[in-house]
Antibody
Framework: QVQLQQSGPGLVKPSQTLSLTCAISGDSVSNNSSAWIWIRQSPSSGLEWLGR?????????DYALSVKSRITINPDTSKNQFSLQLISVTPQDTAVYYC??????????????WGRGTLVTVSS | SYVLTQPPSMSVAPGKTARITCGGN??????VHWYQQKPGQAPVLVIYDDSDRPSGIPERFSGSNSGNTATLTISRVEAGDEADYYC???????????FGGGTKLTVL
């Protein structure tokens, strides 16, 4: 059974950097049939896919256009985890942030295991 | 960008059948996945690849997808099925994930 344990602060000041980590058990961040995802959810935007990292002989990342200039998702193979960094946050980045595992099937994929979510509030 | 449209809410009596739709341009050519989310909890995958059920999901949950509409069907609805339901696809043109806006299912 895959488990994803999220950690990181729940309060970030405007213009600062949001940083979250997702520790994986029951799978490997380097598994070449999985991808590792960050998704956020807010009342105004619903569920919003932010991006992913995955290993296919090399490491790859994909980011949503809405955050592409501000986001970094990195794997950490030594700790079997992956991280999210979102710079220059504003109150509009206030949301519950989830990490998840994506099962990739050719051009498609679905999310079969999720972290419990972290409410991140952007406020001074 | 690709858009998935769901009814914001629907209600159904216990024991009846709920059909939640997810509309999108030629969505029948894509694989649609469905998630259930209860208050304060993370989403749970209930249907993948249009009609497959993950282990542990009751047979009462089924899915179909054709033309411009995908449908999640919940038979013999129970009080515990009350939740928000979201559909999801990969948009190959943008190579991005797209979620529907969600449907709040109320069990009367």
């Amino acid at each position: 059974q895959v488990q994803l344990q999220q950690s990181g602060p729940g309060l970030v000041k405007p213009s600062q950097t949001l940083s979250l980590t997702c520790a994986i058990s029951g799978d490997s961040v380097s598994n070449n049939s999985s991808a590792w995802i960050w998704i956020r959810q807010s009342p105004s935007s619903g569920l919003e896919w932010l991006g992913r990292t995955y290993y296919r002989s090399n490491w790859f990342t994909d980011y949503a256009l809405s955050v592409k200039s501000r986001i970094t998702i990195n794997p950490d193979t030594s700790k079997n985890q992956f991280s999210l960094q979102l710079i220059s946050v504003t109150p509009q980045d206030t949301a519950v942030y989830y990490c998840a595992r994506e099962v990739t099937t050719g051009w498609d994929g679905y999310f079969d295991f999720w972290g419990r979510g972290t409410l991140v509030t952007v406020s001074s | 960008s690709y858009v998935l449209t769901q009814p914001p809410s629907m209600s159904v009596a216990p024991g009846k059948t709920a059909r939640i739709t997810c509309g999108g341009n030629d969505v029948g050519s894509k694989s649609v996945h469905w998630y259930q989310q209860k208050p304060g909890q993370a989403p749970v995958l209930v249907i993948y690849d249009d009609s497959d059920r993950p282990s542990g999901i009751p047979e009462r949950f089924s899915g179909s997808n054709s033309g411009n509409t995908a449908t999640l069907t919940i038979s013999r609805v129970e009080a515990g099925d009350e939740a928000d339901y979201y559909c999801q696809v990969w948009d190959r043109i943008s190579d991005h994930v797209v979620f529907g806006g969600g449907t709040k299912l109320t069990v009367l």
